[in-house]
């Protein structure tokens, strides 16, 4: 297992950035496949993004071209830089960590992202 701990997350207004970062500490990083989900008040937790260890990136069909999520392995970390942020975006962001094959078994605490109109 490895623990994860998410940051970043706040109040912004329609059009806003902000970047979130994932902090992983336990088992190597490196070989873990990562990726980004949410939560909105009422509604499923839904798949964001999605970065394998080779650096092979997907994305939630409305984030691709406004969201971009890397990861430092060298940092044990994994960021999801979201531009242009509508109130739809609005939710609780969890990180989560999967073998690669695996379903996503670790998950962080979440960070609550409020997008204003």
């Known amino acids: 297992q490895v623990q994860l701990v998410e940051s970043g997350g706040g109040l912004v207004q329609a059009g806003d950035s902000l970047r979130l970062s994932c902090a992983a500490s336990g088992r190597t990083f490196s070989s873990y496949v990562m990726g980004w989900f949410r939560q909105a008040p009422g509604k499923e937790r839904e798949f964001v993004a999605q970065a394998d260890w080779s650096g092979s990136t997907y994305y939630k069909d409305s984030v691709r071209g406004r969201f971009t999520i890397s990861r430092d392995n060298a940092k044990n970390t994994v960021y999801l830089q979201m531009n242009s942020l509508k109130p739809e975006d609005t939710a609780v962001y969890y990180c989560?960590?999967?073998?690669?094959?695996?379903?996503?078994?670790?998950w962080g605490q979440g960070t609550q992202v409020t997008v204003s109109s």
């Open positions: 989560a960590a999967a073998m690669s094959g695996k379903e996503y078994s670790s």
